[in-house]
Protein backbone atom coordinates (compact mmCIF):
# COMPACT_ATOMS: atom_id res chain seq x y z
CA UNK A 1 0.00 0.00 0.00
CA UNK A 2 1.71 3.11 -0.71
CA UNK A 3 1.45 6.11 0.90
CA UNK A 4 0.79 9.86 -0.22
CA UNK A 5 2.25 12.45 2.31
CA UNK A 6 2.05 16.04 3.19
CA UNK A 7 3.40 17.39 0.00
CA UNK A 8 0.54 16.14 -2.49
CA UNK A 9 -2.56 16.95 0.50
CA UNK A 10 -1.10 20.53 0.13
CA UNK A 11 -0.46 20.65 -3.64
CA UNK A 12 -4.35 19.01 -3.61
CA UNK A 13 -6.38 21.61 -1.92
CA UNK A 14 -3.84 24.70 -3.30
CA UNK A 15 -4.64 25.30 -6.43
CA UNK A 16 -1.53 27.74 -7.16
CA UNK A 17 0.75 24.64 -5.82
CA UNK A 18 3.46 23.64 -8.90
CA UNK A 19 2.08 20.43 -8.15
CA UNK A 20 -1.64 21.08 -7.68
CA UNK A 21 -2.49 19.36 -11.51
CA UNK A 22 0.01 16.42 -10.28
CA UNK A 23 -2.19 15.77 -6.98
CA UNK A 24 -5.65 16.66 -8.96
CA UNK A 25 -4.58 13.88 -11.13
CA UNK A 26 -2.87 11.21 -8.19
CA UNK A 27 -6.27 11.41 -6.36
CA UNK A 28 -8.14 10.82 -9.09
CA UNK A 29 -6.56 7.85 -9.83
CA UNK A 30 -6.84 6.55 -6.22
CA UNK A 31 -10.50 6.93 -6.50
CA UNK A 32 -10.65 4.93 -9.62
CA UNK A 33 -8.86 2.25 -8.11
CA UNK A 34 -5.57 2.81 -10.40
CA UNK A 35 -3.22 2.76 -7.95
CA UNK A 36 -3.94 -0.14 -5.50
CA UNK A 37 -4.54 0.05 -2.06
CA UNK A 38 -2.92 3.81 -1.06
CA UNK A 39 -3.00 5.48 2.06
CA UNK A 40 -2.41 8.31 3.55
CA UNK A 41 -0.36 8.38 7.29
CA UNK A 42 -1.52 9.64 10.56
CA UNK A 43 1.26 11.47 10.88
CA UNK A 44 0.55 13.27 6.99
CA UNK A 45 -3.08 14.64 9.15
CA UNK A 46 -0.75 15.74 11.97
CA UNK A 47 1.41 17.54 10.17
CA UNK A 48 -0.90 18.94 7.33
CA UNK A 49 -3.48 20.23 10.19
CA UNK A 50 -0.10 22.06 12.38
CA UNK A 51 1.23 23.49 8.88
CA UNK A 52 -2.04 24.92 7.81
CA UNK A 53 -2.95 26.31 11.64
CA UNK A 54 1.04 27.66 11.53
CA UNK A 55 -0.05 29.52 8.48
CA UNK A 56 -3.61 31.02 10.00
CA UNK A 57 -6.13 28.58 8.37
CA UNK A 58 -9.19 27.99 10.35
CA UNK A 59 -9.92 24.90 12.24
CA UNK A 60 -12.90 24.93 10.34
CA UNK A 61 -11.20 25.06 6.99
CA UNK A 62 -8.71 22.35 8.52
CA UNK A 63 -11.61 20.01 9.48
CA UNK A 64 -13.66 20.31 5.70
CA UNK A 65 -9.68 19.70 4.08
CA UNK A 66 -9.67 16.65 6.21
CA UNK A 67 -13.34 15.35 5.91
CA UNK A 68 -12.57 15.98 1.67
CA UNK A 69 -10.10 13.68 2.08
CA UNK A 70 -11.59 11.28 3.77
CA UNK A 71 -13.95 11.35 1.47
CA UNK A 72 -11.99 10.36 -1.20
CA UNK A 73 -12.78 7.05 -2.27
CA UNK A 74 -10.54 3.77 -2.13
CA UNK A 75 -7.90 6.47 0.10
CA UNK A 76 -6.87 4.38 3.02
CA UNK A 77 -5.51 5.40 6.49
CA UNK A 78 -2.43 4.14 8.39
CA UNK A 79 -2.87 4.95 11.78
CA UNK A 80 0.32 5.70 14.04
CA UNK A 81 0.90 3.02 16.46
CA UNK A 82 3.70 2.75 18.92
CA UNK A 83 5.54 0.32 15.61
CA UNK A 84 5.65 3.07 13.57
CA UNK A 85 7.16 5.47 16.39
CA UNK A 86 9.58 3.51 17.03
CA UNK A 87 10.59 2.74 13.82
CA UNK A 88 10.58 6.50 13.28
CA UNK A 89 13.45 6.77 15.85
CA UNK A 90 15.18 4.40 14.55
CA UNK A 91 15.13 6.75 10.94
CA UNK A 92 15.96 9.44 12.57
CA UNK A 93 19.18 7.78 14.30
CA UNK A 94 20.30 6.52 10.96
CA UNK A 95 19.01 9.06 8.74
CA UNK A 96 19.20 12.48 10.18
CA UNK A 97 15.71 12.93 9.24
CA UNK A 98 12.86 15.67 10.75
CA UNK A 99 10.73 14.05 12.75
CA UNK A 100 6.98 13.84 10.55
CA UNK A 101 9.52 12.62 7.42
CA UNK A 102 10.89 9.99 10.02
CA UNK A 103 6.94 8.98 11.07
CA UNK A 104 5.71 8.94 7.14
CA UNK A 105 8.85 6.91 6.17
CA UNK A 106 8.36 4.61 9.01
CA UNK A 107 4.62 3.85 7.94
CA UNK A 108 5.76 3.01 4.39
CA UNK A 109 8.37 1.01 5.61
CA UNK A 110 6.02 -1.14 7.70
CA UNK A 111 3.64 -1.42 5.10
CA UNK A 112 4.28 -2.10 1.55
CA UNK A 113 7.88 0.04 1.61
CA UNK A 114 6.81 2.66 -1.03
CA UNK A 115 5.98 6.00 -0.47
CA UNK A 116 4.33 8.82 -3.59
CA UNK A 117 6.41 12.04 -3.04
CA UNK A 118 8.55 14.89 -4.37
CA UNK A 119 10.27 14.69 -0.88
CA UNK A 120 14.12 13.48 -1.75
CA UNK A 121 14.72 12.83 1.88
CA UNK A 122 13.07 9.58 1.03
CA UNK A 123 15.28 8.75 -1.83
CA UNK A 124 18.00 8.46 0.61
CA UNK A 125 16.09 5.36 2.65
CA UNK A 126 17.51 2.70 0.98
CA UNK A 127 14.43 -0.23 1.94
CA UNK A 128 11.75 2.48 0.50
CA UNK A 129 11.24 2.79 -2.60
CA UNK A 130 10.39 6.58 -3.35
CA UNK A 131 7.81 7.51 -6.50
CA UNK A 132 7.57 11.11 -7.96
CA UNK A 133 4.12 11.62 -8.54
CA UNK A 134 4.31 12.90 -11.63
CA UNK A 135 5.91 9.34 -12.70
CA UNK A 136 2.59 8.03 -10.99
CA UNK A 137 0.44 9.61 -12.77
CA UNK A 138 0.14 10.20 -16.51
CA UNK A 139 0.84 13.97 -16.51
Given amino acids: MPIIELDMLIAFVNRVDALHNVAVKLFNEVARGKLGNVAVPTSAYME????LRSRGYSEDTVLSDLNAFRRIKNLGEIPLTSEVIAKALELRKRY????FDSLHAASA????????STDR???RIAELRAIDPREAVDT
Fill in 48 to 51: YELV
Fill in 109 to 116: LLHDKTVI
Fill in 96 to 99: SITY
Fill in 121 to 123: VYR
